[in-house]
């Protein structure tokens, strides 16, 4: 069994730890596409200083999810390659942590963001600027270029 030698390896694994899930789990990346978009919005949006707490401590809860969620799956089958309902029931759970986490993110969007009026106005202001407009299109398409190709390839 490996064991980390010093604190900097201890680091460095834990950011790879970070990492490398998004190069093998398509809804790790998906998060992070939303997550995102919102920040980019939020930005425009004009959140108080707490809201932007909530916001990024709610987008940390999901990608949390996804990463325990990745461990938890990889973990039981490492255990066993057969069929056994006790792994379904860990990995089932898992996977239902992550829904749970991003109907939370979604419900606690809806608190920070619902303001029809203002949702209208930022986006009127995001898409008839073209300084901005054309950065945050590049970042969409970054995003979604990143949910396609950005994992693993067989």
């Known amino acids: 069994m490996?064991?980390?030698?010093?604190?900097?390896?201890?680091?460095?694994?834990?950011?790879?730890?970070?990492?490398r899930p998004f190069r093998t789990e398509i809804n790790l990346r998906i998060h992070f596409m939303i997550g995102n978009?919102?920040?980019?919005?939020a930005f425009f949006y004009g959140l108080s200083r707490v809201e932007w707490a909530v916001l990024i401590l709610t987008i940390a809860l999901v990608f949390c999810a996804e990463l325990f969620n990745t461990a938890i799956e990889?973990?039981?089958?490492?255990?066993?390659?057969e069929y056994r309902n006790?792994?379904?029931?860990?990995?089932d759970a898992a996977a239902g942590a992550v829904l749970f986490s991003a109907i939370c993110a979604v419900t606690v969007g809806f608190f920070l963001f619902f303001d029809p009026d203002r949702?209208?106005?930022?986006?009127?202001?995001?898409f008839t600027t073209p300084e901005i407009l054309i950065?945050?299109?590049?970042?969409?398409l970054g995003d979604i270029l990143f949910v396609m190709f950005g994992g693993r390839r067989n």
Do not use: R
């Open 119 to 126: 949702i209208c106005a930022v986006l009127t202001h995001i």
């Open 74 to 81: 990889n973990s039981v089958d490492t255990a066993t390659k």
């Open 2 to 19: 490996y064991k980390n030698k010093n604190m900097i390896q201890s680091f460095k694994n834990a950011f790879w730890g970070m990492v």
């Open 37 to 41: 978009l919102i920040i980019l919005f």
């Open 86 to 91: 006790t792994a379904k029931i860990a990995k």
């Open 135 to 140: 950065p945050s299109l590049a970042l969409g």
